[in-house]
């Protein structure tokens, strides 16, 4: 039973991107009401099974790194993947010789814990970590499967690109936020701006509920210094204008037009984007 | 810190610590002999160091939570197994984690906010203040970061705080009211709130806006309105920058329960 994870994280393995992947399971801890010590155990295992990715996956380049988190009826699932070489099974123990402690403490912390050689296409850890506060939240569904953007295959190739797919929405509320609010730290926002980039995503998970086609919300940034471009979806014929309307407060105008720079609709294959554009321009 | 996690095993370059550790365990476990445990302690300390970097994660004081780890380093060197042949990380990572586990549970950080954590919220909010009114405009979270030598996730961190825990920021003593104790941000508030009450806004107070207070309309009116920075706002009102962030986003989100019901699509 392959399940549906309730948040993928599809990232360039840079150091700076393992801080986003805290910050996803932060919303997600305080989605799900997680002890904060199950939340640390949990943060703590996965930072090292992504700073294994970013340090020894590609040889010192960066390449994709993939990061699915799914809440299971007894706790969580997580799994980190790369393209290349990272974590080896039989490599582990070596690395325990070797004086490495990335996966002694990866053993010590996830309940359950599974190298995965991806047939010559990458490799994979998938830890299992059994909580205490049971999820309050479903498991993603079968129809659920993130379908998401136009070319949300296409590995992420640029430090500089990133994507995103978080379901369902009470999750996509504690993490959506937290995320883009960590990129426009990033993108040397003010902490003004940064506060704009939350109440833009609380709008956008708030209004764009109703108008997805699946029940998980895909977010593509894109980072420049001072810049971030958004591409939310898939968001079903029309909707975007909908959305946009949606997000409006009485006698105040469409806040998602007051806080972003400039916005646009793109439509491919049927399905709609809602693009936005943020900057910080002082 | 690439290219050490597979480095050669044997021998240590490290000085003083080049003797076979298995032969080190087992002077000291069967002979007690002083001086192989501190070639132990020597030549494992690293680890118990980086454990307590790696997991700790800068809520704690970071002498404390080395403390803790040297503590679970010393019981695993008395209790790993030599003859059972593990290298003794295997067996010692386990064991500092669980000590340091038991200390978070002791010292209640299960249930409260972190101390460090809430202090250094109440720093960051301290700094962007002070920061912007210097600058004239809000600072970056970077340049929060430098200011207050802190990691940048600390800053992002502290501002995701100062969003969760109401009480860090209105409880708080407003900086430099030293002398005026007790004058927290919340009697502020209550003072300019009979203030805002003779405001006159221009925005139609519709039904649904109509549910906030007066002082929560006047800034989402300066805010999406008069288009003010939530810094200009924080001035005029007279609190932090962060607290306008934090009302706005709870109006907004009254707002939105109040116009749309739950799983409406509108």
């Given at each position: 039973m392959a399940a549906i994870p309730n948040v993928r994280l599809s990232l360039s393995s840079k150091a700076e991107n393992v801080l986003l992947v805290r910050q996803a399971l932060s919303g997600m801890a305080e989605t799900i009401a997680l002890d904060p010590i199950e939340l640390n155990d949990v943060s703590t295992a996965v930072s090292e099974a992504c700073n294994n990715v970013v340090m020894h996956a590609y040889d010192g380049e960066a390449g994709p790194l993939e990061v699915d988190i799914s809440l299971l009826p007894s706790g969580l699932e997580i799994a980190v993947r790369d393209h290349g070489v990272g974590i080896r099974p039989n490599e582990s123990d070596r690395e325990q010789f070797a004086g490495g402690i990335g996966i002694p403490v990866i053993r010590a912390l996830a309940q359950e814990v599974h190298f995965d050689d991806l047939s010559g296409t990458g490799t994979e850890v998938r830890m299992r970590f059994d909580v205490?506060?049971?999820?309050t939240l479903e498991p993603a569904e079968e129809e659920d499967a993130p379908a998401p953007l136009p070319n949300a295959d296409a590995p992420i190739a640029s430090a500089d690109l990133l994507r995103f797919t978080v379901g369902p929405p009470p999750l996509a509320r504690a993490v959506v936020p937290r995320v883009l609010a960590a990129l426009a730290a990033r993108a040397y926002f003010s902490t003004d701006r940064i506060s704009d980039t939350q109440l833009l995503a609380d709008a956008i998970v708030a209004q764009a509920q109703g108008s997805l086609t699946t029940s998980s919300l895909s977010v593509e940034v894109e980072l420049q210094p001072r810049d971030l471009k958004l591409r939310i979806g898939p968001l079903g014929p029309g909707q975007g204008e909908a959305v946009l309307q949606a997000a409006t407060v009485d006698g105040m105008g469409p806040m998602l037009e007051r806080l972003s720079d400039s916005h646009e609709i793109a439509t491919s294959g049927g399905l709609e984007t809602l693009n936005l554009h943020l900057s910080d321009v002082r | 810190m690439p290219g050490t996690a597979f480095a050669a095993s044997t021998p240590s370059i490290i000085p003083g610590v080049t003797e076979d550790p298995r032969e080190l365990f087992l002077r000291w476990q069967r002979h007690g002999d002083a001086s192989a445990r501190d070639a132990l302690v020597k030549r494992f300390m690293p680890l118990a160091r980086s454990l307590a970097r790696r997991y700790g994660r800068s809520s704690e004081p970071f002498e404390d939570l080395l403390q803790v780890a040297s503590l679970g380093l010393l019981k695993a060197m008395d209790r790993y197994d030599v003859e059972r042949g593990h290298p003794f990380q295997s067996f010692a990572v386990p064991t500092i984690l669980g000590e340091m586990r038991r200390y978070f549970r002791d010292s209640g950080w299960a249930v409260h906010v972190p101390r460090g954590a809430q202090e250094r919220a109440l720093k960051v909010r301290d700094a962007q203040e002070r920061m912007a009114n210097e600058r004239g405009h809000a600072p970056t979270a970077n340049q929060l970061a430098e200011y207050l030598e802190l990691d940048g996730e600390d800053v992002i961190d502290a501002l995701q705080a100062i969003q969760a825990y109401e009480t860090v920021s209105l409880d708080a003593p407003r900086p430099g009211a030293d002398d005026d104790a007790g004058a927290a941000y919340v009697d502020l508030i209550g003072g300019e709130d009979e203030r805002y009450e003779l405001v006159e806004l221009d925005v139609t107070v519709s039904s649904v806006l109509g549910h906030l207070p007066p002082r929560e309309r006047l800034i989402l009116k300066m805010r999406f309105v008069e288009d003010l920075t939530q810094t200009e706002i924080a001035e005029r009102i007279g609190i932090s920058q962060m607290q306008v962030s934090r009302l706005l986003r709870r109006s907004l989100d009254q707002l939105r329960a109040l116009t749309h019901e739950p799983g409406e699509a509108r």
């Open positions: 205490t506060s049971a999820p | -």
